[in-house]
């Protein structure tokens, strides 16, 4: 620890009192686990409780320029957790704050601290707002809301996309300034999280995906609960049916018709979430040959491709997009409908079939959709998570919440294609053979997050206790994203070990970044090396 | 005329020759009118023809240290025209860079340099892409997509927020370098113009209502034409009706049932577009009476409020919208539907009637209705603009495209109400008395933008060739801006004369906007005193 680190400890703990700031070996071991290849260890964990210590907090890291890195739940799966770039940075958890300051039940909003989890204000909005839904995304219960919408997480109901439902942020600059966006800087102003833009330029975006402040209060809007919903899934068979499908549901997508997110996965990423790595079929040597698939495919009742999504809105309206929905989906892919009602049916039945060893299929396809169904409509959910633990050896039932506690490996590398069949082949075709080379299976899905887009994410499974998985994990992450970035399909979103990859040389788009970045932190102590290029590159 | 400025000058015409560099005083004079109370001459005016023409301009501008005020159309009425907040700059018209780069029929978007006007690319989109609308704004079809989305104008389809439509930049900073935003900056991204965010933080806000940065290129995306359309209005008799029924309308509109941009506008209003301003009736002193105002109202057979929106999406949902509409507004005011096939015969009625002297309030009604109508389809119109002249002495007919032809003034004042009536009649219960003070009348809308604000405008019409109505409406403008940032109120969008009103000592946000200008722009060449304040008030 250098001296300068010992000196901020010191006025940290003048601060926040022996109790709320932890340099203990256990502690600074338990940030450092991370599902990546590799972590970092932090020199210490703070735990503000106000904006009002961040603020000062932040000023004795500039001062003694030790970094510090701030998370919210530390529940970035997939993404580097709560790990910071950089070895050594203090961490800065926002757990403990955890208010949420306002839900307006007229206006359908919600204003929150950065600790209120998803499963928090899912609980409270029922309570307060009992005719609006929180938007979930698949980070589970725990995950902070306001975390996850600053990475860019998203949701399933029509408010999936949370860019557009953050509105009125408060954040804390590298200096201690503290800085409302929109209209929040105006006193008393009433539309502060209404009307995102404000007046003059918009600068929440600065904040998402960057180093350049801290969010200490954000408010969040909440889709009206519609008036019928209905559940949907497509199971297709053919494995190249997956493009003419997605040709055909664009427009369906693009009129509203379709206005949730609609998720796309392949047999084996449904498959993750619900059984274990078939080892001993597969004589321990992955990946799995297309016949085993087929096999697993059946005995789970799924297809090759499994498109679920909801319909909502006023009643007749759901049933002309089912009706559209058949049409659009007519001989590529099987449409069933799912509503409260015959996913309560479906589960009695079953009770009454498993005493007689019956029911195996129906089991699985109920295990396969419910994690869907809950997420459609705003239900935190801890399923789509299992599917971490996919390759993790010997693992038990029932599967920990949080994948580090089995060791498990977690890459996932997501790129964004045009809302086109086309693409979605031709991402897939020159992936799949990277990762078979490194005898890893494709897990994919694709979610049709607006109306022309949709975000791929690939799951890179591996477990972390065996060295050369881990190797093998590492260099196909590269090689993946470095051919998607040759082919034109860049990730939404990434892990700190992807992040260098991202950044080629003389792209102004990053100079620029770090031009910003330079004005407003020129000592780079925040979060240094988070999507924006360090400074010491110079 | 400084030296630098001369320096400068000639260094531009080196790069553009003498054909696209214009000091003539009768240019300069031309592009200094303006319908506000003051306006500013620039030095030069510079016709580039593209980005890289751009990037040397603003080279020699901050070389030599002469602001450039970059316009794209210079229709920015009621907000400041073509006019600099400063003097002597030196307008850069972009209006020569005028391609249409793409127009995608499948994907639903263009992409368009900002001198590709309204009217332009509304053909465009209907000869390459069909089945889809352009969401027009109300500034007519001469003014340009880019720069009335920069500054964040809105239309009145589902796609009304441009903010949610424009995606993909690509931006020449104030030292030369260019940027593209969101996914452009990597090589051949196949998602840049249907994904906005990119992957690292959103810099697209900073390019709008600001002067960080001149848009060079800009992807938008168009509205799919939906199966069914109807066009209501809804006319309301009693002044204070329109509290209850802006509350009746927000769950409608925040269930996505009314989906397009419901305009809610005053007698007044309607009828500034429509008729002179009774100045002989009225006795020669504004304002008008309330006995007056209802005389005219019935005229015209409009009521005190006329919202008008329409209902989109599959012919199913948008009978269930209207069966929605007609209960919500029960009580309240009458609502009517137009369809294309009605006002073809209501056109037809009229040319019946006229004949025989009947028929005037049909005729007026139609009249009030056809501009809101296109504006619904996408199809943009001038008719809102007529407005502008309703001081104006001695107005002949037809009124003039540009309201600086017959001297009229016009600044609008555009505060963002929550979706609650409550706010609507405290809104102007606070102002119409300081507009009665100075002898205007209160002409207002508010249009429902988003699914919980709208966006109010208040226009102050004067004729700038009577010196004390000029001050009047100075004095106005600021006394009711004071009172609506007092009220919480503030504007989304303002002319120069409003922006140092809206700027208090030691606003945080204020602030870091200069800190991030004074990183890109330190000699504060680009477009000075636009929103973001001078460097110079250090």
Redesign the interface.
Known sequence: MTQDTTRAIEAWRTILGASRLDTTEATRARYARTTSPRGTRPCAVLYPVSADEVRTIIQVAACHGVVLYPISGGHNWGYGDACAPTEGAAILDLGRMNRIIEINP????AVVEPGVTQGQLHDAVRREAPGFWLDCSAAGPEASVVGNALD?GFGHT?YGDH??TTCGMEVV?ADG?????G?????????TH?????????????????N?GIVTRMGI?LY?E??AFRFFHIGVNRDSDVAPLVDAL??LR????LNSAVHIGNDLRVLSSMVAYPWEACGGTPPLSPELRRVLRRESGLGAWNVTGSLT??A??V???GR?LRKAAKGLGKVTFVTDLRLRWGQRLLKGLKPLGLGTVLARQLEALEPNYGLLKGEPCTAPLAGAHWRVRDMGKPRPEDPRDTHAGLLWISP?????GE?VLRLLQAVEPLFHAEGFDLLATFTM?????M?GILNLAFDRRIKEEVTAADRCYRAVLKRL?A????????APCGMPL?REEG???????R??K???DPKDILARGR??PPLDQD
């Open positions: 007229t206006l359908g909003y860019r029509p860019v557009r600059l300034r503290l800085v409302r966006t209209f929040g800087h105006f006193t008393d102003a009433r539309a209404v009307y995102p833009y404000g007046v003059g330029p918009i600068l929440d975006g600065l904040f998402m995906q960057s350049l809007w009206p519609p008036e664009r427009p693009m009129k509203g018709l809105g006023p007749a309206q049933r002309g997009a559209a964004v294609v045009p809302l086109c693409d997050l607006n109306e022309r887009a975000v970035l082919l034109g399909y860049p990730p939404y979103r990434t991202l792209d102004t788009f990053w100079e620029l970044t031009d910003i330079r004005a407003l999507y924006i």
